[in-house]
Structure formats: C-alpha cells, structure tokens
C-alpha cells in the first residue's frame, strides 16, 4: 500500500500452514521432495483447506479481476525444511507443476488485460532473526553468503524470467536488496543498518518492508504498472 501511495486499492490475499498458490502437487503428492516420504503439507485436514484455498483463489480472480488490475504473487520460493515452492529440494516434476500452476495465473490475468508482478523470495537467515540481536557474534549465525541464497533461489529466478518473457508480466528479485554488497553477506539486519530484518528465519518485520517498499516503488511506477 506505501508503494502505490494511494494510488490504487490494495486487496491482499495471505495463507498460512505452507499452502499458497499452489499446485496439487505441492498439496499432496508424497514424493515431491527429495528423500521425503510425506508431502510437505502432513495434515490430511490442511491439505484439503488448501486445496480450497487455491480453488477459492481462482474462482475470486476469474471473477474479479479486471483490465488494468495489477495482480502480484509474493511466494515462499526456498526453504531449508522443503517448504518452498521452487527450491532444489523439490523434484523436477514438482517444481514443473508448480510452475504451470503460475503460468495458469499468468494467463488468467493477462487474458483480462490485467498484468502480473512476481516479486522474488527474500534470503532465508541461518537461525531465527531475534536470537541473533544479542551480539555480533550471534548476529554471525544468521547470516548466509549471497552466493548461497542465489543457489537457493536460481529456480524461482529462472522460472520467473521465463515468465516476464510473455507480455504483461513483470519479475522483480528483492534478495539482493537484503545484502550487503561489501560482505558478500546476507543477514539479520537490512543492510547499512541496525535494523532487524526478521523475528525467525524468513518473517519480514514491518520495518523490512517500509526499507523495501521505494524499490518496489520505483519498479511499478518505471514499469508503468500503474497507468498513465
């Protein structure tokens, strides 16, 4: 909302217990993960929650969306407990389903004359963001090289560019404005600052996103996303 600065209404649509806008895949498939045997959502109850979830979700924006909308997707794309949506501990075929689960979204709002925005997964700290504002020293255990986290992202980053190739969808990677550039370090402090990025390993606090909303800014409105 800071980023569009009233320039639009803002409608957000937030899931809980690792679903999200996924694919059935991701939802119930046993072996979607390397050496797993059990699918990353365990509960036969959430499962079927997040199911309705997604067939809720699509349903409100085949209803609702409408030419000149912009529709943005924020996912979990790593995770160190298998829970991301494009991590290299997904098997190829999950990662392939979730994958034609977007490009589902993109064409349902492109076909509206609507645009996507994709904005990239945030790093995920070594341990959880409170333990580490004690002291430097445990500020240095959350911390993971740059160098890790585009590892740990190059799946979303290659499925999200090969999306933006189709006309009316937009990718904008946010990790790196969460590292720092002379260390090589992504960690529990917005770069530069005292300020603390998370309270565990990948929750933005408020103060994160006020850092990153300017960029965000900035990119819609050089982007031309919201109109004239």
């Excluded at 959430?46 to 997707?73: H, P, S």
């Excluded at 603390?196 to 982007?223: G, N, Q």
Aim: charged share 25%; proline share 3%.
């Amino acid at each position: 909302m800071a980023a569009v600065n009233g320039a639009a209404t803002v409608v957000r649509i937030a899931v809980s217990f690792w679903c999200g806008f996924v694919s059935n895949e991701y939802i119930f498939d046993d072996e979607s993960v390397y050496d797993g045997d059990h699918p990353v959502i365990e509960s036969e109850n959430e499962q079927m929650i997040c199911k309705d979830i997604n067939d809720y979700m699509d349903d409100a924006l085949r209803d609702n969306v409408r030419a000149c909308d912009l529709v943005i997707l924020m996912h979990r794309s790593y995770a160190h407990d298998d829970k991301g949506k494009l991590d290299a501990n997904k098997r190829a075929t999950a990662r392939a389903a979730q994958l034609e689960r977007y490009r589902g979204l993109q064409q349902l709002v492109t076909s509206k004359n609507a645009k996507l925005l994709l904005l990239g997964d945030v790093p995920e700290l070594g341990t959880d963001g409170y333990r580490c504002a004690a002291s430097s020293h445990l500020a240095a255990t959350c911390e993971v090289t740059a160098d890790q986290v585009r590892t740990n992202l190059q799946y979303e980053r290659s499925a999200y560019e090969e999306l933006a190739q189709v006309a009316n969808t937009y990718y904008f990677p946010l990790s790196d404005l969460l590292c720092d550039d002379q260390t090589g370090k992504c960690g529990a402090y917005v770069p530069g600052t005292s300020t603390l990025v998370a309270k565990d390993r990948d929750h933005m606090l408020p103060e994160t996103s006020l850092y990153l909303w300017p960029y965000i800014c900035a990119f819609i409105s050089d982007s031309g996303l919201l109109g004239g």
